[in-house]
Each structure stands twice: as structure tokens, then as C-alpha cells.
């Protein structure tokens, strides 16, 4: 495979006023235009359900792209929507998940989804293949909590991925470590603008859950919680059969995964990134015999990569760019 050569993030001097403002500011602008095709719902093994979004290519034989969400976002989030957009743009078919119960409509049982939950991606890949009878070609981007979900998931396949016909996979602002990010996304000002508003947003499905689960969850300490620690030592948990938090994350960050990835991925990450801890990033040299590019940039927050108001967004439009170049090199 020839070496990629990635399109260096220069935003102007007026944008490069820290992590926060690249981070408010970028989950702002530019503004996505785009429409999906049809919503798809897929039932799990487990008596659940997610609901996918897609946006269809107009041409023939045209790759597939499974798009992963963040932390209580959506498939119609405005960063969803403009990697949605940028590889619509490429004539691709875009097949956009929600997690369980990300879709606006209540899931059915406890069990949502976590950092390393992969069973409904396996699903909705296994699907694609099985509709296409094989002849397709999957690639995977995700960003954030999305996007560690993407590299544990090419872990757990190793080289089977490409008998899946899942031939790469492009991720960015990604927790690769929950035992250093948890710590930092928990306190100081990133636990008061971003992690009260996860928070609310989980804890706002929990209660409606709440008449339906009252036996296996306790609400008054589910509304006690203030951190993300704390919601993963306790719910995430106990529903996914963890000893812990410490448990679950041994056994779901993505850094921990990355030495079985066997198909071509880009791992773009941003240096003064408010969330994601960024002192442990993985050193790049000791993954040079395999297929993993780490792009490493000064400026960009958490998923913001805020360009200017009008300008297209840097992170979207370098995770296609790569997995143009992956589909164009095969």
C-alpha cells in the first residue's frame, strides 16, 4: 500500500484560542446539509434494537461506509452529518448508526452500549455482507467513544476483517485509554460544560427506563451520579458484567486492541483536545509493521477541528480523504 499523505491542519491564528473554543465552536460550524435516504431497523439477538440511517449511492457497486457516533450523540448529530456528508459526497453508500436508544425512540432492555460494545456493529456489518452476498466493500469512521468501538472491533477480527469484507477504517478523537481519559474528562472545566451534559442526557433515558427496570436499577443512586467514573463503575458495570470500572476498561480500550488491527486505519488525534487525555498517546514507532496511521495535530479540541465558519470540517473531510485513498489502493 502506498504511504498517505495527509492535508495538514492550518486553521487561522483567530481559531487557535484552545481546545474549548476549537471544541464549542466546531460542534457548531459549518453548518451540514444533508438529507438521509431511509431509516433501517435492525433487532438483536438479545430481544433489542438500533435504528441506522442511510443516505444511498446513486451509482452501482459503490463502497459501504458505517458511520459510529459519539457519547449520547446521534446519527444526526452536526459531526455525524458531516462525515455523513463528506462521504455521501464521494457517491458512497452511508449506513449511519444510533445506538440503542440514541435514536429517540426507547430501547428494550438495559443493556445500551459502552465504549467497547461491538455486538451491534458485528450485526449491522454481518447484514451488509449477507445482502450484498459478499460482493461489497465495508469501511468503518467513527469519532470519540465511536471510534473505539471501531479499532476494538477490527482487534477482535484481526485478519478476519478482510473476509468480511472490511477493508479499513478511519477514527478520530478517540479515547484509546479509559484509565488516563476518564481522570481528565472528570474534572475542572471539561467535567462542567461536557460531562454534566452526557450526564443529563443518559440519566433523562435512565428514568424513563426506570418503571420498566425499577428491580435492577437504583434510581436514587443513578441520580446521585456526578462523574463519568462513577457512571461506569456503577451502571455501565454492573449491566455489562464488569468487575468495576477498572475492569472494564482493561478489557474495552481501544490502545489495548490496536497491536490485532490488520487492515489500514487512520487515527487522527488532537493535541490540545479538552477530553481525551493526549500525554499517552501511542508512540507511532512501535506500530510501524503495521497498517495504522496516527495523525497527531496541534489544534483541533474534541472532534472540533473548527476551520472557520464557512470552511468544510477538517476531521470529516481527512476521514474520507483516507479512505478514498485506502479504497483507491486495493
Known amino acids: 500500500m502506498k504511504v498517505y499523505q495527509p492535508k495538514a491542519f492550518q486553521p487561522p491564528c483567530w481559531t487557535r484560542l484552545g481546545g474549548h473554543f476549537q471544541t464549542i465552536f466546531g460542534s457548531i460550524f459549518p453548518i451540514p446539509n444533508i438529507r438521509y435516504d431511509k431509516r433501517r431497523r435492525f433487532f438483536t439477538p438479545d430481544g433489542d434494537f438500533f435504528d441506522v440511517d442511510i443516505v444511498f449511492a446513486c451509482g452501482k457497486q459503490k463502497p459501504y461506509v458505517v458511520v459510529c457516533h459519539g457519547l ?86 484481526g485478519s478476519t476483517a478482510y473476509e468480511r469484507r472490511i477493508l479499513g477504517a478511519a477514527v478520530a478523537c478517540v479515547p484509546l ?26 440519566k433523562q433515558k435512565a428514568e424513563e427506563q426506570h418503571n420498566r427496570f425499577a428491580k435492577a436499577l437504583d434510581i436514587q443512586r443513578l441520580r446521585k451520579i456526578t462523574t463519568i467514573g462513577e457512571l461506569d463503575d456503577y451502571y455501565i458495570s454492573k449491566v455489562f458484567g464488569f468487575n468495576g470500572k477498572e475492569d472494564y476498561y482493561r ?17 487522527l488525534q488532537s493535541k490540545n483536545d479538552p477530553i481525551v487525555d493526549t ?50 489502493s486495493c
Open 72 to 157: 449520547e450523540s446521534s446519527a444526526h448529530s452536526s459531526h455525524s452529518l458531516r462525515i455523513v456528508e463528506s462521504f455521501a459526497a464521494l457517491d458512497w453508500n452511508v449506513f449511519a448508526i444510533n445506538y440503542r436508544g440514541c435514536s429517540g425512540v426507547p430501547n428494550r432492555t438495559l443493556r445500551t452500549y459502552h465504549v467497547g460494545f461491538t455486538e451491534d456493529l458485528e450485526l449491522l456489518t454481518k447484514t451488509i455482507y449477507e445482502d450484498t452476498e459478499g460482493s461489497c466493500t465495508i469501511y468503518l469512521a467513527g469519532f470519540s467513544l465511536g471510534g473505539n468501538i471501531i479499532i476494538k472491533f477490527l482487534g477482535e477480527l
Open 177 to 202: 485509554n479509559p484509565f488516563y481519559c476518564q481522570p481528565k474528562a472528570d474534572r475542572g472545566i471539561s467535567k462542567w460544560i461536557y460531562v454534566r451534559r452526557f450526564l443529563s442526557s443518559f
Open 251 to 267: 478489557k474495552n480500550g481501544g490502545e489495548f486492541f490496536l497491536p490485532f488491527v490488520r487492515v489500514p486505519l487512520l487515527v
Open 279 to 328: 500525554e499517552h498517546l501511542p508512540c507511532p514507532q512501535l506500530f510501524e509493521s503495521l497498517p495504522i496511521h496516527f495523525l497527531y495535530t496541534e489544534y483541533g479540541g474534541h472532534c472540533g477541528y473548527f476551520n472557520g465558519f464557512f470552511q468544510p470540517s477538517y476531521m470529516a473531510q481527512e476521514l474520507s480523504h483516507f479512505l478514498l485513498f485506502v479504497n483507491k
